[in-house]
């Protein structure tokens, strides 16, 4: 999952720990003292998330179906196009997003982490969260990540295969949402949010 299911599922917990789901990609290890704890505990909700879809059967099996020597790649691919499908779920193409404008402000409003400092402008100023609704940029999004990695674009590369694919990941999301929501989704007074 990226920025938009992460908020998503985030949306019942205080803005603190809204933003720790937001920049979490962008914390490194395991220590988390010098994050407030409404943020630190927001990183480790997004950190439970990502693993829950990474090792989920769903996942694994859309994985398994992308060309064998870009499937190494494949998880970066598909946590963009999940959110694809969140937009599409939340009709982000055709209805603004009080969602998205909170997470806007969350971000806008405190320094992001050195590994996301200079993409998280882009991210609002270009409004990201309510366009990948459209799939023509959201795969212009999993090629833009590509070309930050080193080597040839190998994530240009699985474009094909996701536009080939994209009913079963249709379907796929659908079920591998439905598990999400019931295991992670935060409910809006923000208890649970430190279940496992």
Same mark, same amino acid.
């Given at each position: !999952?990226? %920025?938009?299911?992460?908020?998503?599922?985030?949306?019942? &917990?205080?803005?603190?720990?809204?933003?720790?789901?937001?920049?979490?990609? &962008?914390?490194? $290890?395991?220590?988390?003292?010098?994050?407030?704890?409404?943020?630190?505990? =927001?990183? #480790?909700?997004?950190?439970?998330?990502?693993?829950?879809?990474?090792?989920?059967?769903? *996942?694994?099996?859309?994985? #398994?179906?992308?060309?064998?020597?870009?499937?190494?790649?494949? &998880?970066?691919?598909?946590?963009?196009?999940?959110?694809?499908?969140?937009?599409?779920?939340?009709?982000?193409? #055709?209805?603004?997003?009080?969602?998205?404008?909170?997470?806007? #402000?969350?971000?806008?409003?405190?320094?992001?982490? *050195?590994?996301?400092?200079? !993409?998280?402008?882009?991210?609002?100023?270009?409004?990201?969260?309510?366009?990948?609704?459209? %799939? =023509?940029?959201?795969?212009?999004?999993?090629? $833009?990540?590509?070309?930050?990695?080193? &080597?040839?674009?190998?994530?240009?590369?699985?474009?094909?295969?996701?536009?080939?694919?994209?009913?079963?990941?249709?379907?796929?999301?659908?079920?591998?949402?439905?598990?999400?929501?019931? *295991?992670?989704?935060?409910?809006?007074?923000?208890? =649970?949010?430190?279940?496992?």
């Amino acid at each position: !999952m990226n %920025f938009l299911a992460h908020a998503w599922l985030a949306r019942g &917990g205080s803005d603190d720990f809204l933003y720790g789901n937001l920049i979490a990609d &962008g914390v490194k $290890g395991n220590d988390l003292t010098a994050w407030p704890a409404e943020v630190a505990s =927001g990183i #480790r909700h997004h950190r439970r998330v990502d693993a829950f879809v990474d090792t989920h059967p769903v *996942a694994l099996a859309a994985r #398994r179906r992308a060309p064998q020597e870009y499937r190494r790649y494949a &998880g970066i691919a598909l946590d963009l196009i999940w959110d694809h499908f969140v937009a599409r779920e939340l009709a982000l193409d #055709r209805l603004p997003s009080r969602l998205v404008q909170r997470s806007y #402000r969350v971000l806008s409003h405190r320094p992001a982490p *050195a590994r996301l400092e200079r !993409m998280i402008p882009a991210l609002v100023a270009q409004d990201w969260l309510h366009r990948y609704a459209d %799939f =023509g940029f959201t795969c212009d999004a999993v090629r $833009g990540i590509g070309q930050r990695l080193s &080597g040839p674009n190998r994530l240009a590369a699985l474009v094909p295969w996701l536009e080939e694919d994209y009913l079963a990941l249709e379907h796929d999301f659908r079920q591998l949402w439905a598990a999400v929501v019931v *295991a992670l989704e935060v409910p809006p007074d923000g208890e =649970g949010v430190n279940r496992p």
